[in-house]
């Protein structure tokens, strides 16, 4: 492609398959206490690469 | 859905329901504001019409081929999935916010907790109402294993004996249920000495340091109780802090009406020695002269614009430091279930008054109709639990046609009822600096992308 770089694909979908495990951190208790950031959240689910 | 923006020259369009991001150039940009889907494999007559003066018709023929390749490969116009919250069966609890001292020994202009009390009368919480509250998250954990208590207030450090003893009880737990926990504390570092420091770099896995930025800045809202700025005080004793430091910490500020000029108050943290920031904006009600209003959103973008701009050019010169509200994850980043719902506020988190009564979160602390039940009784209102269990980027106003959704998750519950006495209607005034906040952090990871190529 010449026009279009991708930086980030589709992940999404395919995160929601093993998704909701509930193990990352409360996004509140990061650092904001006033506001919700989510985004930079890490994923904590230890099975979704072992299944 | 597609969102499409431009920042320092570079042209980013983001697919909203995939999740990916493309950089393009300006005649794939001019496009995409003729396209809708469904695709055809051809250009659309009217967008070669509207663009036949600017670019030839070969040239426009040839970008929209990648934009209908990417769009067959799920990567553009993407239709939503419209993935499913469950609501029908009880999240377990994980996460708690302990206020163990309604008590503070600042007086600080802006805070929510009315200098500390909640408007309750000062408190400190006693050991037992700490033990129960760990009982009660172990008990409602159900089977989550990571387990988040944070040690809030007031200020925590007025009532630390007990914050170690609840350290202590907690850990002697952990095995036996099989539970890991992390502890985090916030504080405002008048009492932060030597032993405080090293015991809460032994067990604390996030310290959030409260300072706003520069001195006049500080000084103007946060008060001592002689009504001394409270600077000069603490300032040394988070330095030192920091440099004994192993673990995560923010030193976080507030920003209000009086500092929209806050990029400046950042790049202050950042020389004082700082390198892991956050600055945010005040909630407040609307009446208070150091609120932030509707008016101040446009020079509110563009500061933060300007941040974007001033951390990128850092970064290149090897002088980076994290600017929280920017930090996004594109690869491993939370899943698309975590994203519907946010914080989990009232649902999987909940905060514990210095006797024992439990609320959604902190900010909710002393609104007596949010008032869910006690840890030491056990009683939990679980209506009111479902009620935020429901709260969803499908089911809160504005959300469902909000490009945002999957980056914000909804906004903050407490914001919501702040505001508009509705959890499930977001704040205008947040919405659209969440919306630019998400835009330049982005923006940095592009940057970074493009410089790696």
């Known amino acids: 492609m010449t026009h279009i770089k991708t930086i980030s694909g589709a992940k999404l979908k395919a995160s929601a398959i093993k998704g909701g495990c509930g193990e990352c951190q409360t996004s509140c208790q990061s650092a904001c206490k006033t506001s919700c950031t989510v985004a930079n959240q890490k994923c904590e689910n230890l099975k979704k690469d072992k299944e | ?453």
């Open chain 2, 1 to 453: 859905m597609i969102h499409k923006y431009t920042q320092n020259g570079i042209y980013i369009v983001l697919d909203i329901h995939s999740g990916a991001v493309h950089v393009v150039d300006k005649i794939i940009y001019d496009l995409l504001d003729y396209l809708t889907p469904p695709l055809s494999e051809t250009i659309p007559q009217q967008a070669l019409t509207a663009l036949e003066e600017e670019y030839p018709s070969d040239l426009l023929k040839e970008s929209y081929g990648e934009i209908y390749a990417l769009y067959q490969d799920g990567l553009l116009f993407t239709p939503d999935e419209h993935f499913t919250v469950r609501t029908d069966i009880d999240s377990p609890i994980k996460a708690m916010c302990l206020h163990i001292a309604h008590d503070c020994n600042l007086r600080c202009d802006y805070c929510f907790a009315s200098t500390g009390d909640f408007g309750g009368g000062r408190m400190k919480m006693p050991f037992e109402v700490g033990k129960a509250a760990i009982d009660f998250l172990l008990e409602k954990s159900a089977n989550r294993r990571n387990l988040e208590v944070d040690f809030f207030g007031g200020e925590p450090l007025m009532n630390f004996e007990v914050v170690k003893q609840i350290v202590e009880y907690a850990r002697s737990r952990e095995k036996e249920f099989g539970k890991n926990f992390r502890f985090t504390i916030t504080t405002n570092g008048v009492l932060l000495d030597e032993p405080k420091m090293e015991y809460i770099n032994r067990e604390m896995s996030n310290v959030v340091l409260s300072l706003d930025g520069r001195k006049e800045v500080n000084d103007r809202v946060r008060h001592r109780v002689d009504r001394m700025g409270s600077y000069d005080q603490i300032v040394p004793h988070f330095q030192k802090f920091v440099q004994m430091r192993e673990g995560d910490y923010y030193v976080r500020g507030t920003f209000t009406k009086y500092n929209l000029d806050f990029c400046e108050d950042v790049l202050h943290l950042a020389s004082l020695g700082f390198d892991q920031i956050s600055v945010e904006p005040v909630v407040a009600d609307p009446g208070e002269p150091y609120a932030i209003t509707e008016e101040d959103v446009p020079r509110i973008q563009e500061e933060y614009e300007k941040l974007a701009t001033v951390l990128w050019e850092r970064k290149k010169a090897g002088k980076a430091f994290n600017f929280f509200h920017f930090m996004i994850d594109l690869e491993q980043g939370p899943c698309a279930i975590k994203r519907l719902r946010g914080c989990g506020a009232g649902n999987e988190y909940v905060a514990i008054t210095p006797d024992g009564d439990i609320y959604p979160c902190h900010q909710f602390v002393g609104d007596a109709q949010f008032c869910m039940g006690s840890v030491l009784t056990g009683e939990l209102n679980k209506e009111l639990k479902h009620t935020f269990a429901t709260a969803n980027v499908y089911n809160k106003k504005d959300c469902p046609e909000c490009w945002a959704r999957f980056y914000c998750s909804g906004g903050c519950n407490a914001n919501n009822h702040k505001y508009a006495k509705d959890i499930f209607t977001p704040h205008k005034v947040s919405c659209e600096l969440e919306r630019k906040r998400v835009e330049c952090a982005i923006f940095l990871k592009v940057m970074e992308r493009l410089q790696e190529e």
